[in-house]
């Protein structure tokens, strides 16, 4: 399994290769100074079907290529959090300035598949599991976020949205969603590594070998929590040196590699 973590300037995008070449995309969000989208980059090489579209919270940076995602690629599978109203969402985002096209597309997804998901898709050896708040309990996007959990081979990544300190505190009341967190190796820090999406309980629980970053340039003073200290740690470069963070904003895309029975490895 491959797993690439793409520089999206401030937004999420994260592809993963399974090993019976199914393609998940987690968020799409594309970099409007690089020129860099996932869909020109991933339809370039080849893929023509979306297998799962995660989508972690229905704002903008998580969503900016999904037009193009949608006139390149079949979506069979579309996962997010269930339990927000599709007219609750176009409410929120006309109160907050108006609806882009890729919003709209975004909701008219939420509203279209509802089918439910009767039997365990099939993802090479990988699994995901989604949690979330429920709403009205919560009414703003960050969170409502979909946590979600992909475990592959014993080596389990925690994508964690936007989702903020009220929001953990209220997942981490749930002892299932508690033991998923602690089997996490790899997690993708909240809103982008901010003051806002750091809630220190949750490291009470989950004891991580390496954290990753999707973020721009830093403009803010709380745009950046210090996660140094809360990771293992992964040798880098052959050692002596561990590497505890990573960011797109520093290392670029970031690739996670897998093989059955093998250790991971991390390249950027």
């Not at 989208?37 to 370039?44: K, M, N, Q, V």
């Not at 409410?91 to 365990?120: D, N």
């Not at 809630?199 to 803010?220: A, L, N, T, W």
């Amino acid at each position: 399994m491959v797993v690439d973590f793409f520089d999206v300037a401030h937004g999420f995008c994260a592809a993963v290769f399974t090993d019976n070449r199914k393609l998940l995309l987690v968020d799409c969000g594309k970099n409007d100074e690089t020129g860099f989208a996932p869909s020109s980059h991933l339809h370039a090489h080849g893929w023509r079907t979306i297998s799962g579209l995660i989508v972690q919270n229905f704002d903008q940076d998580h969503v900016s290529d999904l037009d193009n995602i949608l006139r390149l690629f079949n979506v069979e599978i579309f996962y997010r959090n269930t339990t927000v109203p599709p007219e609750y969402l176009r409410g929120l985002k006309l109160l907050g300035g108006g609806i882009t096209r890729q919003m709209g597309s975004a909701i008219s997804l939420h509203q279209t598949y509802t089918e439910p998901i009767l039997v365990p898709q099939d993802y090479g050896g990988a699994s995901i599991r989604l949690y979330f708040n429920g709403y009205p309990h919560f009414t703003d996007t960050n969170n409502l976020s979909a946590i979600t959990f992909m475990d592959y081979d014993g080596m389990r990544i925690a994508f964690t949205g936007d989702i903020e300190v009220d929001g953990w505190n209220a997942l981490l009341r749930n002892p299932i969603f508690v033991l998923e967190l602690s089997g996490a190796n790899i997690f993708v820090a909240s809103h982008h590594g901010r003051e806002s999406g750091f809630c220190k309980e949750v490291f009470d629980h989950c004891y991580p070998d390496i954290i990753i970053m999707s973020d721009k340039e830093i403009v803010h003073d709380t745009q950046e929590h210090d996660y140094s200290t809360l990771a293992r740690g992964i040798i880098w470069n052959g050692g002596p040196q561990k590497r505890y963070v990573l960011s797109t904003r520093k290392d670029g895309r970031i690739r996670l590699t897998k093989t059955m029975g093998g250790p991971y490895h991390v390249t950027i």
